[in-house]
Structures are given as C-alpha cells and as structure tokens.
C-alpha cells in the first residue's frame, strides 16, 4: 500500500516537469534602461516606365443582336491597332464587356425601351510611355470611345525600394541617436523593427475625351516622377 502512494507521488511530481520540456516558455530580453519607439521613413523618386490605359468601344442600336455585332467590329478594329502599335498580346487585357437596354421615361407612363448599349474595354500596359499618346490617337482614329487613364508605375520597384529601406533604417538611427543626445543617454541596442511599404503618389490618372480624334493637336503622356517610399517602426534601449 505504501510503494503504491509513493508511486503516485512520484508521478505526481514528474508530470509537471515533462509538461514543462514540452511548452518552454519564451523569455523577452530584459531592458536595462529606457525604451525608445519610433518611426521613421525612407524615399526615393523614380521616372515611371509603365503606363496602364483602359480603352474600349461603346455603340448603341435599337436591337441587342446590333449593339453587339457593331460594337464587335470596331472592337476588333481597335485591337488591331494596337497589335500594329507592337503591342504584345500580355499586355492586352479585357477588363468589362457589358450589353445593357436604354430606356425613355416619361412621366406617368411605363419605361419604353429605346435601344441596347453595348461596351467592350481592354486594359492595355505601355512600356514604351512616349508613345503612348501617339497610340492613343490611333485607337480613336480607329473608333475607341471610351479612354480612361493613365495610371503610370514602375515594372520593377524592388531595387528602389530596396534603396528606401536602407534610408528609413539609416533615418531611425539618427533619429534614435538624436532623442539619446537630448536625454543625455545613449543608444545601447535596437531591440525591434518592422517595415511597412508603399508606392508614393504619382500622377493622378487622366480621362480622355471620346471626341478627341476631331482635336489638332496630338496627345502626349508626361511620366514625371513617382516617390517610392518604406516606413519603418524601431524599437532602442537607452541607458
């Protein structure tokens, strides 16, 4: 009886310590001093070198079936100038295709149906931007209606942004040392950081009259510059 209480007991000891090998926990380093949480951001300006345009055809016609076939023909006619412009097949994608009746209201009588509004959008990626415009001009030449854009980035933002996490990292630093000075302490280690990113704003996205192939002057795209941008947060211990 008495080997068989022991024996509980023992297990009864043991069991903790196994739960424990099981589940360590996990101890935070311990701070000496004072605790400094900053943010700080890093930027850099690139010239765009991708501009994205939706451009498509909207035709109406008493009958659906007409809507469409006509809408179909000149749809086909702008893809082919953009396949004349060089423009690769991956760059051109459809974005809306659409088929809707256009009613007449009058007051106190029932909507009468007038016809069908049909709409065909593809959204195309210039990667040549100053020929943008002259292609633009091409699509309405060619019966495009409806052009929207553009919305200008950069094909491969790692290498800049890449260059903004080296400043932010660098500005919190600083920022971290000048806080240390004003305290009379000094930085020890950094204990965190973290990194949040994102494109600045460029230029805002433009839209193009349907009516512009009646206009002289020629259409032309300016890319300016677009601000790249990575905010990081960071943690110190000051003693």
Do not use: C, H, W
Not at 139 to 168: C, F, H, W, Y
Request: charged share 20%.
């Amino acid at each position: 009886m008495r080997m068989t209480i022991f024996a509980l007991v023992l297990a009864g000891v043991s069991a903790p310590v196994v739960a424990s090998a099981q589940n360590p926990a996990i101890m935070a380093p311990a701070i000496a001093g004072t605790r400094l949480d900053i943010s700080a951001t890093g930027e850099v300006s690139r010239i765009p070198d991708i501009a994205i345009i939706s451009a498509g055809v909207m035709t109406r016609s008493p009958t659906a079936v007409g809507a469409l076939s006509d809408n179909a023909a000149r749809m086909e006619r702008v893809r082919a100038a953009l396949k004349r412009a060089g423009i690769a097949d991956r760059d051109i994608q459809t974005s809306n295709v659409s088929l809707n009746p256009d009613y007449r209201y009058v007051e106190n009588q029932p909507p009468a149906l007038t016809g069908y509004n049909a709409s065909n959008t593809v959204n195309v990626r210039f990667r040549d931007i100053k020929a943008t415009g002259k292609i633009l001009d091409a699509l309405v030449a060619e019966g495009a209606n409806q052009i929207n854009g553009p919305s200008l980035t950069i094909d491969k933002p790692e290498t800049a942004l890449d260059e903004a996490r080296t400043k932010a990292i660098a500005n919190g630093r600083a920022r971290a040392e000048l806080y240390a000075r004003a305290l009379g302490m000094r930085v020890v280690r950094l204990l965190s950081v973290s990194e949040s990113s994102g494109y600045g704003g460029g230029p805002m996205p433009m839209a193009v009259r349907a009516d512009m192939a009646q206009m002289s002057a020629k259409t032309e795209i300016t890319p300016g510059e677009q601000q790249l941008q990575v905010s990081v947060s960071m943690s110190f211990e000051l003693q």
